[in-house]
C-alpha cells in the first residue's frame, strides 16, 4: 500500500535555520581570527627582531611585511564584523 505524505515542509523553516546556526558561528569567528591574527602578528614582529639580531635583515623585513599583510586582513575582518553587527 502506498503511503500518502500529508503535510509539506516550509524549506524555508529549515533554511532558516542554517542560516541561523550559520550566522552564529560567523559571529563567533570573526572576533576569534581577529583576536588569533594578531596574536600572530605579535608574535612575526618579535620572530622578525630575533632574526635581525642574528643578522638576518631580509628575513627580519619579509616577517615585518607579513605583519602588515596580517594588519590588513584584520581590518577587513573587523570591518566584515562590523557590517554584520549592523545587519
Known amino acids: ?6 503535510h509539506t515542509h516550509a524549506a524555508s523553516e529549515h533554511e532558516a535555520k542554517a542560516v541561523s546556526d550559520e550566522l552564529a558561528k560567523l559571529c563567533i569567528l570573526l572576533p576569534h581570527w581577529i583576536e588569533h591574527n594578531g596574536e600572530h602578528a605579535e608574535s612575526f ?7 635581525r ?33 549592523e545587519g
Do not use: F
Open 45 to 51: 614582529r618579535e620572530w622578525a627582531g630575533k632574526a
Open 1 to 6: 500500500m502506498e503511503q500518502i505524505h500529508k
Open 53 to 85: 639580531e642574528m643578522g638576518l635583515e631580509e628575513v627580519a623585513q619579509r616577517m615585518e611585511e607579513a605583519v602588515g599583510h596580517m594588519a590588513a586582513c584584520n581590518k577587513a575582518l573587523t570591518a566584515a564584523l562590523k557590517a554584520l553587527e
